[in-house]
């Protein structure tokens, strides 16, 4: 989704930073052999995730909803050279798809996959966090929100991802459509939480940084 002419966000994508080419061949294999390659962060987002990571220079970051394994990339881009990334994925189909990028990458050691439910998983992760990036099923965002804040430390970023949700938080709501139910309530609990500071930057489908006072 455009929230600018497309002719714009082209010139915005092509005056960013290039996509790496590690990057570049994981998103074509992913339009090649992975369903609904939609959920790809892609080359902008990309760009703008890994400038976030560097600005912050975390020493261990959490990702919730790894998908293919491109943010997780990305990400690690910042991440110091002792430090650690997590990222969980429900799908332990796509495990070794992952892993063979990430091997490929300079940060395969530094990066830890999990196969499951992230909220059974994140209470048993015995560190605290600089960076969190959530991207996974939009109906658990709230939860995930309360889970992270305690083990996020003081400085450190959430970064969420679809928030705007392609307009749907805008449009009536669907008695059936618990996504958009979830991130209206995201958006609000973001807005009021007293622990947070937050801007919403409307990029592709919202992406919302969230800074822990």
């Not at 091997?103 to 969190?132: C, M, R, W």
Request: charged share 25%.
């Amino acid at each position: 989704m455009h929230f600018i002419p497309e002719e714009l966000d082209d010139y915005v994508v092509n005056h960013s930073e290039n996509e790496p080419e590690l990057l570049q061949q994981l998103g074509r294999e992913t339009y090649q052999k992975i369903l609904q390659p939609r959920m790809l962060s892609g080359h902008y987002q990309g760009r703008v995730l890994s400038m976030i990571s560097k600005l912050v220079n975390p020493k261990n970051i959490l990702e919730i909803g790894t998908y293919t394994g491109y943010s997780a990339l990305c990400l690690a881009e910042g991440i110091q050279a002792s430090g650690v990334l997590h990222t969980i994925d429900i799908n332990e189909e796509l495990a070794d798809f992952q892993r063979k990028y990430f091997n490929k990458s300079d940060y395969g050691n530094q990066i830890f996959q999990h196969i499951g439910d992230a909220l059974e998983i994140i209470p048993n992760l015995d560190t605290t966090f600089d960076l969190v990036f959530i991207d996974a099923d939009k109906e658990n965002y709230p939860n995930y929100f309360n889970i992270v804040i305690d083990k996020l430390n003081p400085g450190g970023i959430i970064l969420s991802d679809n928030v705007l949700w392609s307009g749907k938080i805008l449009e009536n709501l669907k008695p059936d459509d618990m996504a958009t139910k979830a991130l209206l309530e995201y958006n609000i609990l973001l807005k009021n939480d007293e622990r947070v500071e937050t801007v919403v930057i409307p990029i592709r489908d919202g992406l919302t940084i969230s800074r822990k006072v």
